[in-house]
């Protein structure tokens, strides 16, 4: 029997903290992307979203983060909407590619200083507790060496690291990160699972999209599979269980063992 969480929300008729989804249905030029989305992420969690490529992972990112705009349905974060989220720095958002010019003369400090612009003035001019505040995010990735280097110069791992860091300056509350740990080195994974794991043990909410089902158990307390809508969201044990995993990844019911190397 497949798991799905009651949706808090609904049955108290207010807005948790956290992140709440409520009937979010988005497509693209008139074809379905996500229907009838509803989950509740609170506080204290790091969650796994898990899904096959094309299932809704990106899209429901983009809703999130006001790249796109559902066609129905209500995004909160700690009961705000999510304009009022972003612009008061509680969402921090690390994407699975950053879309700069990695030959710009940037620097490591530079980019993290970028968690600081919603609290600096029009002039953008650091002050001592934002730059105590970029040290200490870089300090947290074990980047110390590296704060004067230019951003380009850096692995894929080290780079993941930097946006992170760069959330973690902006002190928010809730972040959402699109497959950290795709192309990072083992030191970089470490890295970035303790600081999660430490964020939310500190009661931030964070919200992990990975396709490494197998690593999730040492990462996540919860999960939700998604394809196209919630299939299944709660605890990792009730939720990587085969038929959840089959209706998720459009497996066929009768192929027992193909849920079981999902997660091997």
């Known amino acids: 029997m497949w798991t799905m969480r009651r949706n808090h929300a609904a049955e108290t008729g207010h ?4 992140i709440t989804v409520q009937d979010l249905n988005a497509s693209y030029e008139g074809v379905s992307a996500l229907h009838d989305v509803c989950l509740n992420v609170e506080p204290g969690h790091l969650c796994g979203l898990v899904g096959m490529n094309g299932a809704g992972k990106s899209t429901l ?6 790249v796109i705009t559902p066609d129905s349905g209500t995004i909160r974060f700690s009961g705000m909407t999510g304009r009022q989220a972003r612009r008061s720095g509680m969402i921090s958002y690390v994407p699975q590619q950053e ?8 620097l490591v400090e530079d ?9 600096q003035n ?8 934002d730059r105590e505040a970029v040290r200490a995010a ?3 990735v074990d980047l110390d060496d590296f704060a004067h280097r230019q951003i380009g110069s850096l692995s894929g791992g080290q780079r993941k690291r930097v946006f992170l860091a760069r959330g973690l300056a902006q ?9 950290p740990f795709a192309g990072v080195d083992k030191r970089s994974e470490y890295t970035i699972v303790g600081v999660l794991r430490d964020l939310a043990s500190r009661g931030a909410t964070v919200l992990v999209a990975s396709h490494d089902l197998h690593a999730l158990p040492n990462l996540c307390d919860e999960a939700i599979l998604i394809n196209h809508t919630v299939i299944a969201h709660g605890p990792i044990d009730e939720v990587l269980e085969p038929y959840s995993l089959s209706r998720a990844f459009g497996l066929e019911d009768t192929d027992d063992a193909a849920p079981q190397e999902l997660t091997r």
């Open 15 to 18: 807005d948790p903290t956290g």
């Open 61 to 66: 990112f983009k809703a999130l983060m006001g």
């Open 99 to 106: 879309d700069i010019d990695w030959s710009f003369p940037l």
């Open 111 to 119: 980019v993290v200083m970028m968690g600081r612009y919603g609290v």
């Open 122 to 129: 029009w002039l953008r001019t650091p002050r001592r507790q």
């Open 138 to 140: 870089i300090a947290r």
């Open 171 to 179: 002190q928010a509350r809730i972040l959402l990160l699109d497959e």
